[in-house]
């Protein structure tokens, strides 16, 4: 790769001269040439053809374009696929390699700061942290800990858990993150697709009601696998993994599980006794259907629930409409937990059917570590669900934590962020924690309250701790039709008609998946569903890739660019000259005969509908524009030397013009280049001028 | 689309006013602006810039290229992907589509005479049919009957099916294909690898030892199936179908089934008694054995099968080596079995355990139509045989087919070749027939015996129909280790080392496809074989398609033209402008943020080791080339927008450069062209002068 600013070549021509001499003369000669050629062609359409200076220059433009196509027939050869992959990998692995690189001339306790800083950002952040940003990060901290108190317990009763655990889960990882994340707004914690997760897969292995503690444990052995999965991903710098679920068909499982959770807040709402383990709408609704047909639910509970559920609705709408309602927004929830347990507490309601918490175990988060199964007989089914469980956590972590760094106009390390959110789910997970991640309303909440730094975590950390240590015992008459109703006001921020609306107008296979992924969610369950969104994704690559058809091009007037001549309506063609180039990426197995056999329809008499030229002029050249070729495969060069005996056959010339690098090699390896006679050309005016007969009828 | 013959400009001007006019004013302008553009940068070059001259062009030349951008960004709105998809099964059936418009205008006899003559090609060449021709016919039909029958029988065992069955195997397909098929040299009939999948598949669903009668039912009743898919994909012109298994894979598969076709004649060779009904070396091997551990094989069966082997190789070796020796060769199998039958009817061998073929029933196909097993339990298995069964057939018959087609240089129709193998199966299905293909080793020598037409496929069915008649008892006492050896001898042919050489040498991928279907076959089954064989090629696909990274691109000296640097090693970089374009052909949720760390990173100052350009230069202006990009969804287009912002944010001009129809048309629809402040430009080049630091810089 030779670089020569054009400035040195005449500054001082001795330095660059092995390059400059022949880029010089080329220069010269082809400026040359090509004015003349421009005049030429010019005075070629005001109908006056060979003039005996057009020959001299015929001469020395044949020199430089068989010089040109020199340059692409003898070009290196290209890196290996193993190169490829090493150099990929070298990409992935790039920030922390140029860091460790750089490492390595400095003394060792330099070093070990600069891994401790790279791993616990908040070493980072700490030194220029000042009072102000304490006071705002304080306020949202305590903000946060207002919504996030009663939705824990209600995510933690929606896990099919004791309430504490939700609280538990709320202590230990927002400190864990703090240290080592670089979100400045995630508000770690339960969320409720998370928690749905859970409730949807694990009782598939053990039923939760008989074997409560059993399930238990699984739960924190999935949250265990969950972290060590995301923080390999993070450590192996697999970031890119959380992208394989496309965005539309996150949107799509998102709103899937939104509506899957809030049929199952029927359960609180209606205080209905026995319920349906599984997740899909049907069996949801029969389970309800059943429930009413027994009369075995309780007005009550609907009353106080959808009461407080519209209190907190109209809130956030006030505190939408007018920033001052802000805060009663953020700490309605918890207004309406303590409303409501006083209401049941005067009104003794309890005796008349409303479901209560009744006792939540206080104190600080027990040890978990000797709890976790990993010699159970269910290991396998218990690491698929981590697995399932980490990579959902991660990619919604992600999502949140982009989209609120973009806001703040800073960038959020993919790696770091798993590593992170790996560590903590590991700690998480022995501290008798379940999966944890960055929960979207709460991080909203956390960002409109002005939060600074991950401090505004620790604080509500704190809060929560304070209320496991003290509270726990003021919360037994909470109802648990409040629970299912603060999260129901949860859910609506997990489904974004308006992005579907988007991605149904941009790519209408993007929308299949996307609604796939709703539609497996709500009515199979949710591994269907993100099966049915990754296949519909991969898919379309593929269709995509090896769509066959191909497009005439035709020459943008006053340019020697070539363009599709539907796109450019005001492209013209060359008569007698066909320049086509393949729609697809590939030429393979699966697309090669088939635009062999277009191509030969294309240019074979008997379809006038396909011809793009007008008839009195046959076609003698067809171009191959292989420039969109990333790939070509034995069967692609078998098509492609088929097509080239067929056309020879019936009297018409080939030439392939500007194939890509491993192209070119395969062309090379395989003798095609010689086989089509070295009709391969850097652009599709050098294969123009080069063959006389269409360089004639073009003119 | 607009069609202009350059000519027609000065011949008339008034007819192509509407586009001349434009077109002339453009070519004047921007010729004229070129020229003088191009002597400018020459002077540049020798570092006299800025002379009032350029000053005047260069608004001109602004004009010329804002017009071009203007006419990237208002381009006409694509066709939709449901246009796409009828365009493409309009190309699909062209062909007979457009047969059929042609056909409407002429009379009723002669559309009927048209469609006849277009389903049975015998009534085209039969016209054109000469005595000479039959005399070539006769010889090589005559030839191919030697070979053809001991070989029908020998695949008829290896189908677990009694001998008679190859036979009348031989005589209805033949003759049915002679009416239907477009090829001359294609010999119908059972083959080797067909039969092997029937015992391998078939087997699973009755055992042919318990119920030989359901079995050989269930074997005509998928034989239908096949026929049923192969001449539905013909009619719907799906012909492409056979292309989804890739040559590679093909390859693969043929050579595993060769050999474990081989390992199951050991069967014959060594007169065993008890045999696994699987297919798998493993269990091959482990039954022989257990019969040399039992000692339940007789070496006479070696014995014999050895010598004829031999025998027949070394005739077939001097046929190769000399031409006159040809004949002996193709009759050697049928010489073999007639001295061994004499032998063993001599020797009485067949009381020394030497195994014979004992009975064979003969006379004249019986119809088998009320054995088809529509409404048995098996039916859904059966059909799934069936639809593998078809494919493989037609895969093989086509590859054959068009090789020996390429070599007289004439075109298979694929479809029509569906069409006709189709009722070939079916009418083979309700005569007692199981499934016919086209054979390899019968086709060479109807190839090399100088066949000139299908008549030498009659003259075959003819003399097989004769031998059915006449001589089965004769072939009581043919020892069954000849047909062994027959089989033997014949599968060479499927095995094509120098082909598997070429993949590895062109394709590592296609390489692995072929090797999965190799040792799929081998050690597990058919079925994997073939499905490790697609997956493997549609990972590819995949991987192609989405493989991140991206490469620079550098002005090739004296021409406009941006090429790969490193591909194109002359390739001059401009100082300040950084010119990118993507590997892949998508740009989508598996690699777009990807793509933009690693541009981000180029740029960011700390990796010099990526740094293309000079130092003292910094970027200004980075342009993505976007004519690779195929589709771009969602994810793609977001993290086009953020890398634009991050590029703002540090100072550094972005442009995109020729996106393609589709690609343009959802930038404009998620406004990122005006995001990006129009920044949308045809070529390159004129990126680097629409932006003025970057042209300062250039010079």
Redesign the interface.
């Known amino acids: 790769?030779?670089?020569?600013?054009?400035?040195s070549?005449?500054?001082d021509p001795v330095e660059a001269a092995d390059?400059a001499a022949?880029?010089d003369r080329?220069?010269q000669?082809?400026?040359f040439s090509?004015?003349l050629q421009?005049?030429q062609r010019?005075q070629?359409?005001?109908?006056s053809s060979g003039n005996e200076e057009a020959d001299t220059v015929d001469s020395e433009k044949t020199a430089?374009l068989t010089e040109?196509s020199r340059?692409l027939t003898t070009?290196?050869q290209?890196?290996s696929?193993w190169h490829?992959v090493v150099?990929?990998l070298r990409?992935?692995g790039?920030?922390s390699g140029?860091k460790l690189s750089s490492l390595n001339k400095k003394p060792v306790t330099q070093r070990v700061a600069c891994v401790l800083k790279a791993t616990f950002p908040v070493l980072q952040w700490c030194r220029s942290y000042k009072p102000t940003h304490f006071k705002n990060d304080l306020m949202s901290g305590l903000t946060l800990a207002s919504l996030c108190i009663p939705q824990s317990i209600g995510y933690a009763t929606l896990a099919k858990l004791d309430p504490q655990y939700g609280l538990y889960t709320s202590v230990v990882p927002p400190l864990i993150y703090a240290m080592m994340g670089t979100s400045k707004e995630l508000a770690i914690g339960p969320v409720a697709v998370v928690s749905m997760l859970i409730s949807s897969m694990v009782p598939q292995i053990v039923d939760p009601g008989a074997e409560p503690v059993l399930y238990r444990n699984l739960v924190f052995t999935a949250t265990f696998f969950a972290g060590i999965f995301q923080a390999v991903s993070g450590l192996l710098r697999l970031g890119?993994l959380v992208?394989?679920?496309?965005?539309?068909?996150l949107v799509g499982f998102m709103a899937g599980a939104a509506v899957v959770i809030g049929f199952q807040q029927l359960k609180g709402l209606l205080g209905i006794a026995h319920f349906t383990n599984r997740t899909d709408v049907v069996s949801v609704l029969q389970s309800v259907w059943r429930s009413f047909h027994h009369d075995s639910w309780n007005p009550y509970n609907l009353l106080i629930g959808s009461a407080f559920l519209s209190f907190i609705l109209i809130t956030r709408f006030l505190g939408r409409r007018n920033r001052k309602f802000f805060c009663l927004a953020a700490i309605s929830p918890l207004i309406s937990v303590i409303l409501a347990t006083v209401l049941v507490y005067v009104t003794r309601a309890d005796e008349h059917g409303v479901k209560i918490i009744k006792h939540i175990k206080g104190g600080l988060n027990p040890i978990s570590a000797q709890q976790l199964q990993f010699n159970s007989p269910y290991i396998g089914q218990v690491i698929k669900v981590g697995l399932i469980i980490g990579a959902i956590a991660l990619t919604e972590a992600m999502a949140v934590g982009r989209s609120f760094a973009?806001m703040k106009?800073y960038?959020l390390d993919?790696n770091k962020e798993m590593v992170a959110m790996g560590f903590t789910n590991i700690i998480g997970s022995i501290t008798s924690c379940y999966t944890a991640t960055g929960s979207f309303s709460r991080t909203a909440v956390n960002f409109s309250a002005g939060c600074e730094t991950p401090v505004s975590n620790i604080v509500m950390a704190i809060t929560v701790l304070m209320a496991l240590e003290l509270f726990t015992r003021l919360l037994y008459y909470t109802p648990i039709a409040i629970l299912a109703s603060i999260i129901l006001a949860a859910l609506p921020g997990l489904i974004d008609l308006h992005e579907a609306y988007?991605?149904w107008?941009?790519?209408?296979?993007?929308f299949l998946a996307c609604i796939g992924a709703f539609i497996g969610v709500l009515f199979v369950s949710v591994e269907i569903g993100l099966l049915i969104a990754v296949t519909v994704?991969?898919v379309k690559?593929?269709l995509?890739?090896?769509?066959?058809?191909i497009e005439t091009l035709g020459r943008?007037?006053?340019?020697?660019?070539f363009?599709?001549?539907?796109?450019?309506?005001?492209?013209?063609?060359?008569?007698g000259v066909m320049v086509v180039r393949l729609?697809?990426?590939?030429l393979?197995?699966?697309?090669?005969?088939?635009i062999k056999e277009?191509i030969m329809?294309w240019i074979s008499r008997?379809?006038e509908?396909?011809r793009?030229?007008?008839d009195f002029?046959t076609t003698q050249l067809i171009i191959l524009d292989l420039?969109?070729l990333?790939?070509i495969?034995?069967?692609g060069?078998?098509s492609l030397e088929?097509l080239h005996?067929?056309l020879v056959?019936q009297g018409v010339e080939m030439a392939i013009v500007?194939p890509?690098?491993q192209v070119?090699h395969?062309l090379r390896?395989?003798n095609l280049m010689s086989k089509i006679g070295g009709k391969a050309f850097?652009?599709i005016q050098d294969a123009i001028d080069a063959c006389p007969n269409a360089k004639l009828a073009?003119?």
């Not at 992208?243 to 068909?249: E, I, Q, R, T, V």
């Not at 363009?563 to 008569?575: F, K, L, V």
Request: with cysteine; glycine share 4%.
């Open positions: 790769m030779v670089l020569v600013p054009s400035i070549v005449t500054q390059v022949p880029r080329e220069t000669l082809s400026k090509q004015t421009n005049q010019q070629a359409r005001v109908a430089s040109r340059w070009a290196p290209p890196p696929a490829e150099d990929y990409g992935v790039l920030p140029s890119f992208d394989f679920l496309s965005h539309a068909a973009a106009g960038h993919g988007h991605i107008k941009v790519d209408k296979m993007d994704s991969f690559i593929i995509i890739s090896i769509q066959p058809g943008l007037p006053g340019t020697d660019t363009c599709n001549a539907d796109q450019y309506p005001m492209a013209i063609m060359i008569p729609k697809s990426s590939l393979c197995f699966a697309n090669a005969s088939f277009r329809q008997d379809d509908g396909e793009k030229i007008d002029q420039s969109n990333m790939s495969d034995t069967s060069i078998a088929e005996k067929n056959s500007n890509k690098w070119t395969k390896l395989t850097l652009t073009s003119i």
